[in-house]
């Protein structure tokens, strides 16, 4: 009997031991982890990982689990850093294009305090102050379209209709323009309708940006085409271009961004994003592509 008792006493204090060694273990291993936690609390903006120092039980399962919680809070910082670069640069260049054109009306206002103007220069003054004016009011209204459709607060109203004819009819109020550049665009219009069901505003919007973009940004060479592709309505709007790189065609969607570095030709940036952000309320997309000096921005949308 008092030798099972002692056996009993020695298994007892075997597995007090052991009990003990690995309680000793943890408390090992959870100052080592309140350490790394301490170091990368110290350190800020770090991609320092934590580790283990003896992998006892499921401490390595936490520790992996604390680095992947970590890594996610790092690229949700990241993000928001980037997003917050964005933004202050698109504050400054929209800043920039919106006081370029009011400084040059401030101007010629000045000048036409001077009452020994003859009368033609007033007028052509007058003109000027007038034009700058327009431009900043067209820039402003990108800015609200754009606002209210990334806010969703832009309301689409969907119907069936005949977008080449729409297409072409768009395409005529810009007849003036492509005279005073002397040129004569190629325009490819389907023999059949396309009918598709959309917004009617949204797709002139759609037109109107693609080519004022293409007159802007443009050197020659103006194609403008509504097509059945593949089951789907195509337009396409093409032109030379000597200020538009390869390296453009990631962003050239993005908000506020132009390919035009000293952002002297009276634009936001705000024409294609809108672009493509309506062609997608409306089932569509947009894509563009360059091929040599020929730059080509495509939308599609589902037929009806």
Not at 1 to 5: I, K, L, P, R, S
Not at 91 to 105: E, F, K, M, Y
Not at 117 to 139: C, F, G, N, S
């Given at each position: 009997?008092?030798?099972?008792?002692f056996?009993?006493?020695?298994?007892?204090?075997?597995?007090?031991?052991?009990?003990?060694?690995?309680?000793?273990?943890?408390?090992?291993?959870?100052?080592?982890?309140?350490?790394?936690?301490?170091?990368?609390?110290?350190?800020?903006?770090?991609?320092?990982?934590?580790?283990?120092?003896?992998?006892?039980?499921?401490?390595?399962?936490?520790?992996?689990?604390?680095?992947?919680?970590?890594?996610?809070g790092?690229?949700?910082?990241?993000?928001?850093?980037?997003?917050?670069?964005?933004?202050?640069?698109?504050?400054?260049?929209?800043?920039?294009?919106?006081?370029?054109?009011?400084?040059?009306?401030?101007?010629?206002?000045?000048?036409?305090?001077?009452?020994?103007?003859?009368?033609?220069?007033?007028?052509?003054?007058?003109?000027?102050?007038?034009?700058?004016?327009?431009?900043?009011?067209?820039?402003?209204?990108?800015?609200?379209?754009y606002?209210?459709?990334?806010?969703?607060?832009?309301?689409?109203?969907?119907?069936?209709?005949?977008?080449?004819?729409?297409?072409?009819?768009?395409?005529?109020?810009?007849?003036?323009d492509?005279?005073?550049?002397s040129?004569?665009?190629?325009?490819?219009?389907?023999?059949?309708?396309?009918?598709?069901?959309?917004?009617?505003?949204?797709?002139?919007?759609?037109?109107?940006?693609?080519?004022?973009n293409?007159?802007?940004?443009g050197?020659?060479?103006?194609?403008?085409?509504?097509?059945?592709?593949?089951?789907?309505?195509?337009?396409?709007?093409?032109?030379?271009?000597?200020?538009?790189?390869?390296?453009?065609?990631?962003?050239?969607?993005?908000?506020?961004?132009?390919?035009?570095?000293?952002?002297?030709?009276?634009?936001?940036?705000?024409?294609?994003?809108?672009?493509?952000?309506?062609?997608?309320?409306?089932?569509?997309?947009?894509?563009?592509?360059?091929?040599?000096?020929?730059?080509?921005?495509?939308?599609?949308?589902?037929?009806?």
């Open positions: 009997m008092q030798t099972v008792y056996s009993i006493s020695v298994i007892g204090i075997i597995a007090a031991g052991i009990l003990s060694a690995r309680l000793w273990c943890y408390r090992r291993e959870l100052r080592h982890m309140r350490r790394e936690l301490a170091l990368m609390a110290s350190c800020g903006d770090t991609n320092h990982r934590m580790t283990s120092s003896i992998g006892v039980g499921e401490t390595e399962a936490l520790i992996d689990a604390i680095n992947a919680l970590t890594a996610q790092r690229g949700e910082v990241m993000r928001v850093k980037k997003e917050n670069a964005a933004y202050r640069e698109s504050i400054t260049s929209i800043s920039h294009d919106i006081r370029t054109p009011l400084t040059s009306a401030k101007g010629y206002l000045q000048l036409l305090q001077n009452p020994d103007i003859p009368k033609e220069k007033r007028q052509a003054y007058l003109a000027v102050v007038e034009r700058r004016l327009d431009d900043v009011t067209d820039m402003l209204n990108q800015l609200f379209e606002a209210r459709i990334e806010a969703g607060e832009l309301e689409l109203e969907f119907e069936e209709f005949n977008a080449v004819n729409l297409f072409a009819e768009t395409i005529s109020m810009f007849y003036g492509f005279c005073e550049r040129c004569e665009p190629e325009i490819l219009l389907a023999e059949e309708p396309c009918r598709i069901r959309a917004d009617r505003h949204a797709f002139v919007r759609i037109t109107e940006n693609l080519i004022r293409a007159l802007v940004h050197t020659g060479g103006y194609r403008l085409s509504a097509q059945k592709d593949d089951g789907r309505m195509l337009i396409g709007v093409s032109n030379l271009t000597d200020s538009i790189e390869q390296q453009d065609m990631d962003r050239i969607f993005d908000r506020f961004y132009t390919t035009d570095r000293s952002r002297s030709r009276k634009t936001t940036g705000l024409g294609l994003a809108i672009v493509q952000r309506l062609a997608r309320r409306m089932g569509g997309d947009a894509s563009a592509f360059l091929d040599g000096r020929r730059f080509t921005i495509e939308v599609r949308f589902p037929l009806a």
